[in-house]
């Protein structure tokens, strides 16, 4: 874990403290990154017009933090370094409904006045070809259920977040049990880790996966397309939360007063403004800002792009186009019997090896594990 330290300043009227994932791990990089940071941080002190102390501290996974969350703390006492004493936290959408129903982040009061608020846009390639006779055994794919499922679900005209199979899918559940199989049969490699290894050495001619993993790959590699599928592909995003503390008995959290922090919605604001989406512009970060899912046009600077080679994909500045945009999808909660649907088809799936059965079920309850074990501590 590393921290930025942007508190160099003396008699500072405001304080903020932001907790955020630290993924990179090429050294060189990271000095790089480092730089970029402390710069980040030097013009969102500007941008307040005002002197004020504010830490940035990085995590090394969203896993962390969230961990961090849940971790109880002993005699209701928590540490300035704590992750429960920062003003605002970032978390993966995925873990967004546990975190709601566990009361471990809590609402951002007044939103709806705000401007970065008011700025969102509601708006959030093709699947069919995965099953083409040619590409038999010539495909590698992560592991995930829910991506996994998702493809025969929007290959089948239906929503990743179906949660009656027999009821919402033409043909019910044995149809969808039908077409996993015959994805199955397709499919050379179900492997959230190696699934790109296998693409890049070329036993497999397709890899479907996340952009944040294929992008990076395939602007190193040539001859290789990236496509977002005609009816929609599945999004996830990273969230600004708010860590939950109502349930100790004093307000000096971290070893200070915490309340409403005056820097919180600044902070969002800043992070939404047009200036801070240039990393995505310029394919330094896989993935888009916000504001480019709102946009019904969105055209990257020439002087971005020059120079560089140009990827072969229906993505803009992260982002594929509006007609296929409006038919992208938030991974939302399953009800049970929709988990109960999904062991089933899993379980339905013929492998030789079971480690990749073991795995698709082992994500299925990894959250209620995760709950459960919480819950005995």
Known sequence: MTEVDASQHENLNEEGYVCVMNKEKDEKKEIMDNEDRKEFLKDFI???????????????????????????????????SSTLAADIVSVGDSWLNFA?????????????????????GDKWKDWADLWRPELEGKISMVDSPR?????????????????????????????VQKNLQLLRKQVRLFDSVNYLKAFA?????????????????????SDVTVIVPKSGASLWADLWAIPAVSRFETNRIGGRVRGP???THQWIEF???????????????????????????????????KGKPRLDTNLIAGVPPPEILARCEFLEPLSDSALSDYQW?????????????????????LMQKFWLNRKLH
């Open 345 to 365: 088809l899993i379980s339905t799936m013929q492998e030789p090896n079971h480690g990749f059965v073991d795995r698709m079920h082992h994500h299925i309850s």
């Open 261 to 263: 922090s005056p820097l």
């Open 46 to 80: 500007q941008s307040q017009g005002k002197r004020l102390r504010f830490n940035l501290k990085y995590n090394a996974s969203l896993e962390g933090i969230f961990s961090d969350l849940s971790m109880p703390s002993w005699a209701g006492q928590v540490l300035p």
């Open 271 to 305: 992070c939404l403004q047009a200036a801070r989406a240039l990393p995505f512009k310029q394919e330094v970060i896989p993935g888009a800002s916000p504001a480019a899912l709102g946009s019904t046009q969105i055209e990257v600077p020439t002087e971005l792009t």
């Open 100 to 120: 709601i129903t566990k009361a471990l982040i809590e609402p951002m009061e007044g939103v709806e006045d705000q401007e970065w608020f008011k700025g969102l």
């Open 147 to 175: 991506e996994v499922a998702g493809a025969v679900l929007k290959y089948m005209g239906a929503s990743y977040n179906t949660n009656n199979l027999d009821l919402e899918v033409a043909g019910g559940k044995s149809a």
């Open 201 to 221: 050495v070329g036993d497999v001619w397709v890899a479907v996966g996340w952009s944040s993993d294929v992008i990076p790959i395939a602007k190193r590699t």
